[in-house]
């Protein structure tokens, strides 16, 4: 067998063995790509104190000085693309074309926050607006909140970083970040980055951890704040362990879609297609449920599997590929469960459904099921695989309220040209962005993105994050 490289755990700027290490494999094809060090009590106890005394470093840094800091970060991710590209292939499955999009967002969201971190500031009070008030100036201003654990999922291992570190770093705080096991070596790539462009010791450390370990590092007062995105189980579980510590949550989806008779139909499936079968659905906000105009649910299923049809399957690493392999074998075993599982309740397979004999078995042929019932797994739960369910609505109302029955409420999506449709999904939908006239996996990376209900806590986005890692401090003057 070929030696394959090894990565480190990155502790106060710089490469550190841990207790012990593990193996990251190629989920396309089984392959082992590299080895891994795993932190221990020690390593996590060290990284603390690394963050820790960042902190106060990086506390007291002009804005300027964060700015600049960032806008090198992103240049530094720009040189490293061939290596970054290639590591996000190889460790996740990413399709070629996901990948540098991948890169290129990420990029984009250190430079946002170069940005950001240059106006960040509070806002002035008008004291005297109240007669108390008389005589008085006020401002807040916004501090850095301390040392941040992010804790962050396999299916965007650097978008997903970079936005709990820019925003972090953008504010002036210390993170900590605990990379999901499947895909850890893009976050370890970026601190090397990171420190690289002249980051303060401890700004960035990365730690791949058992979620043991997790605990012990919330037991203390040190951490300050929980940034977690992933499955909802862990993440309320996570909750519910914090005492003091701000948390934001970011748990998935089930996205709920609405065709009305008004659509663009052709345009629509297409998007849909994409939404739900790119990266193999492993997206909180892939598109998962549809509801149609029953007047157009024939014509609209007929385009959808046509567009389905034409999305490349297979080798993540060639040019052509949108499905690429689930994340494991369990999580395939556990989809393909979920369709036959459907199937024996009732729902009909009218495309895909089986396992594509390619590389080790992860791949899922993109599969779409009608007949569901709202209790089948693959409508009520997070599916995060390749499967889209199909069901025909007569009144827009009836739709609406299917999609706000979900225990989820990350982002929906209504394709519709009827203006009193739009306006009323856009007012009814209890999540937390609706899209219109496009797939609800649509983000821009500065946009404010949470969920509700049991999508999670708080909001990403850059901005909105930034707000989030910080204190809100009052100033009040008496004027001479």
């Not at 240059?118 to 301390?146: A, L, N, V, W």
């Not at 099921?369 to 995060?384: A, N």
Request: aromatic content about 6%.
């Amino acid at each position: 067998m070929p030696k394959v490289p090894h990565f480190y755990l990155w502790i106060h700027g710089e490469a550190r063995s841990g207790s012990e290490s593990f193996e990251v494999h190629n989920p396309y094809n089984d392959t082992c790509i590299a080895s891994v060090s795993m932190a221990g009590p020690k390593e996590v106890r060290d990284a603390v104190e690394s963050a820790c005394k960042a902190a106060v470093t990086l506390s007291t840094m002009s804005r300027y000085a964060r700015s600049t800091l960032l806008r090198d970060i992103a240049e530094g991710l720009s040189e490293a693309r061939g290596e970054i590209i290639d590591a996000l292939i190889v460790e996740g499955g990413k399709p070629r074309m996901f990948a540098e999009q991948e890169l290129e967002r990420s990029i984009a969201v250190f430079a946002w926050a170069a940005e950001e971190a240059r106006r960040f500031c509070g806002s002035q009070i008008p004291m005297d607006g109240m007669q108390r008030g008389e005589g008085y100036e006020g401002y807040t201003r916004r501090e850095p909140i301390g040392p941040v654990l992010g804790i962050c999922p396999f299916n965007f291992p650097l978008n997903l970083v970079a936005h709990k570190v820019a925003p972090a770093l953008a504010v002036g705080n210390p993170i900590i970040i605990k990379p999901a096991s499947d895909t850890p070596i893009s976050a370890l790539l970026l601190a090397r980055i990171v420190s690289d462009a002249g980051a303060p010791a401890g700004s960035l450390n990365v730690l791949p951890m058992a979620h043991n370990e997790v605990a012990d590092l919330l037991a203390g007062d040190d951490i300050r704040m929980l940034s977690f995105t992933g499955s909802p189980d862990v993440g309320w579980a996570l909750k519910k362990q914090v005492a003091k510590q701000r948390v934001c949550l970011e748990l998935g989806g089930n996205s709920g879609t609405i065709v009305d008779a008004s659509a663009d139909l052709a345009f629509a499936a297409a998007r849909c297609a994409l939404g739900g079968f790119a990266q193999a659905g492993q997206s909180c906000i892939a598109v998962q449920r549809i509801y149609v105009q029953h007047s157009v649910y024939d014509d609209f299923l007929h385009l959808l599997k046509k567009e389905t049809a034409k999305l490349g399957v297979g080798d993540p690493r060639e040019d052509g590929t949108v499905v690429g392999p689930l994340i494991n074998r369990a999580t395939a075993d556990r989809v393909l469960d979920w369709i036959r599982q459907a199937e024996k309740d009732g729902a009909r397979i009218v495309l895909g459904g089986k396992r594509k004999r390619l590389g080790c078995g992860n791949i899922i042929e993109p599969t779409i099921l009608t007949d569901v019932e709202e209790g089948m797994d693959v409508c009520r739960r997070e599916v995060f695989g390749p499967v889209i369910t199909l069901t025909p609505f007569e009144e827009f109302e009836s739709a609406v309220g299917w999609v706000n029955r979900s225990d989820f409420g990350l982002q929906a999506a209504i394709f519709s040209f009827d203006a009193r449709h739009i306006q009323y999904a856009v007012e009814t939908l209890n999540v937390g962005g609706v899209v219109v006239n496009d797939f609800p996996t649509y983000r821009v990376d500065h946009m404010p993105y949470g969920g509700v209900k049991a999508s999670g806590l708080g909001r990403e986005g850059i901005l909105p994050a930034m707000l989030e890692m910080s204190e809100e401090k009052m100033v009040v003057v008496r004027k001479s």
